[in-house]
Nanobody, 123 residues
């Protein structure tokens, strides 16, 4: 399995920005970020796949978050701008080989998960 290590979480005020990074032992086709807010189910946030040709975002973050990948460094990034308190949660990096049904933000697409990094946005 791919080993994933996230970094970059922290505490910011509403309107602020953070950039998360996820270092992988090796690259896979599908890479994504998920999050779990307190008291809520895990939610797919952003995915990158198809040789980095395609990106996909949850409606809640579209226009504010950007996923990207540096294949030379086996690292995936999530740039988060205009953060709001609803973005608070534990953010997880995930790696997968193929979409087996459900789409690029379906958890079952991913077979390897990181330990998570906490993001806290205060109002």
């Amino acid at each position: 399995q791919v080993q994933l290590v996230e970094a970059g979480g922290g505490s910011v005020q509403a309107g602020g920005s953070l950039r998360l990074s996820c270092r992988c032992t090796y690259a896979t086709n599908y890479m994504a970020w998920f999050r779990r807010a307190p008291g809520k189910e895990r939610e797919g946030v952003a995915a990158i796949y198809g040789g980095d040709v395609y990106t996909y975002y949850a409606n809640t973050v579209k226009g504010r978050f950007t996923i990207s990948r540096d294949n030379a460094k086996n690292t995936v990034y999530l740039a988060m701008n205009n953060l709001n308190p609803e973005d608070t949660g534990m953010y997880y990096c995930a790696a997968g080989l193929a979409d087996i049904g459900g789409g690029p933000l379906a958890a079952r697409t991913y077979t390897s998960w990181g330990q998570g990094t906490q993001v806290t946005v205060s109002s």
